[in-house]
């Protein structure tokens, strides 16, 4: 079913109800044993609690995006609220402006920076993320580049963590299909903005004009003596959570680009603190308020990013623990699931399909007896699209009304 | 693939050939345990003749709408004869009309009536279905109906069972998006028609005049001394299923909305009786002059909507026990489903995909050995949409050509 077509249903048939859904996201979820017939992170990992809801639950491995497609967290979050990640796509530069809060207006351009450091004579990048500098220097730095000024335009900088900011444009005839100067590796110099469309020009040349002048005002710093801009980008306009499921929706994350995630499905973003025990602490606080939560754990991904397989095995034992504080507050429907894979075998994200469960009342259990890959790749939910997920959720929720007479 | 791509490859592969398809619907066939880890309605059944057909057969999870979709009769019995449910709708009324073998014509505004109470006084209703009068007593007054005429249209009245009639419509002009006159609850009054576009006011209008009169001439009724209007509609021309298929297809089937549904797909509506004895009476009739019977029990349906799970039970092993007379015809391919899930539990159709067996001498058994929910989970149909149920049955008759050269 397209996406259109889902959201169409979804706008058809949804009703109100009690029941209230938990949607529990550990980031980078799947992964993969270090050894040839070995166990993976999750399988590896001590989890009653888990296995306990994957055994009254209904199980399955979830496809993000596609078959061999590997997820970046933008598609893969975008494909567990539901929205057909190929049809709703979100520039990195947006994603970093809904993280940090940023009220962006329509028609805004939207661009992730990033200090880097430059050597002075060849101008040549010798660290492209300027020794990761504390968010302190970031701040004193970004204060000096709103500084510039261009013809016509407003311009906004904005620090987001370490060595990253934001970069936004409000103007008449801006245009986003722009090329990014990040060229990727070591001992190259920052590359200019290039317009990817004719139209476009004019928005590079005024990009290229803040960039000379960046590098001007950071000349004298160390490290972050440059900047490189990627992923400039305009709101995508989605359709929105409420409007399309019926839900009172809210999200629960450490992490800005996952806050941003949710404001631009139309959720509303919790403030909470920097641990697990912070967003379960949240969660409760919220509990009455909401019908729907995004409760979002990054430290699987990162264990994962790290290649820290024990690191992995340890967070999803952490999350594990504290599920019988959420499942105490009486969830109807409760799925645990991953953006995408992280094995730290591969130290990045992968195109596997991640084990999911559903649990409710009214799921239909299969015969899986432990949350893990292999487990989940004999459930009744086989290897289906990550976006299948919101309608099976409201369904368990009983807030689907029947289609047709 | 899109349902127009696979009536394409229909169109173009069909052949003849002497094996016969056997599509035998359980009305709401899928259920849920009554307690958590228990077992559903078809797995409580004895049954081996449904095993046995498992077991030499290939079995999986249908799913006639989507994840999580509650599919109503229409949508569910489309799904199972090749017909993708969101592309091809059929409106209540004209269901009715086809079911008790009205002879609509192009442009028919076809409408579900009910016969109910109300008030003398306050014209308020109290009760939906006038006490479920007999068919007999509908009869007399849709007769006494029949004398209301209105301006340049014809207007045809059919009694269908106990409270509910058949209204259509037959003119230039006449347009089926209209508002339902049923409030849906005790103690409002029934609504009057309302256009929900505006070409279709006079259509509109020429129903609340019908309303008016029939109010006049029923105010001395009891119980029925009303009527409410429902599921306007008009004939969707749907592609039938002989010229898609090239197949002599016939129903069999007890209750006129299943009559119905098969007339509208193109075919041969088979008379018949009320029992399962008097349907599979039916088949043995006819079995040489059709290629292809859809044979629909309905009291599996019945059973789950009344909560009972006894006698879903016992209905699933009366199906059973006539199975080997079924067999006995020499069908080359059976196909057993249902056209949603209807567990007692929820004493509603559901979203749960529906257990579904195919059987023939070609068809790859898999491992599963009993017909039930979880066994048909690990079955290598798998989770997969009802629509492909009708080119696998025709490949397994061998009535399919090679695709490309």
Redesign the interface.
Known sequence: ?TSD??FA?MRE?HQTGPGKILLLVMDGLGGLPLEPGGLTELETAHTPNLDRLAA?GICGLAEPVGPGITPGSGPGHLALFGYDPLRYTIGRGILEACGIGFPLEPGDIALRGNFCTVDPQTGAITDRRAGRIPTEVNARLTAKLRKIQLPDVQVFVEPVKEYRFVLVLRGEGLRPELSETDPQRLGAAPLPVEPLVPEAQRTADLLNQWLAEARRLLADEHPANMVTLRGAARDPGLPKMGEVYGLRAAAIATYPMYRGLARLVGMDVLPTGETLEDEVATLKAHWEAYDFFYFHVKKTDSAGEDGDFTRKVRVIEEVDALLPEMLALGPQVVIVTGDHSTPALLRSHSWHPVPTLLWS??C????VRQFGETACA?????R?PSK?L???????ALR??????
């Open positions: 079913m077509a889902t249903l048939l009254e009342r009214h239909r259990a299969d015969g004999g459930g009744a939910l086989g289906f299948d919101m309608p099976l959720a409201l369904a368990n689907l009304n029947k289609f047709g007479a």
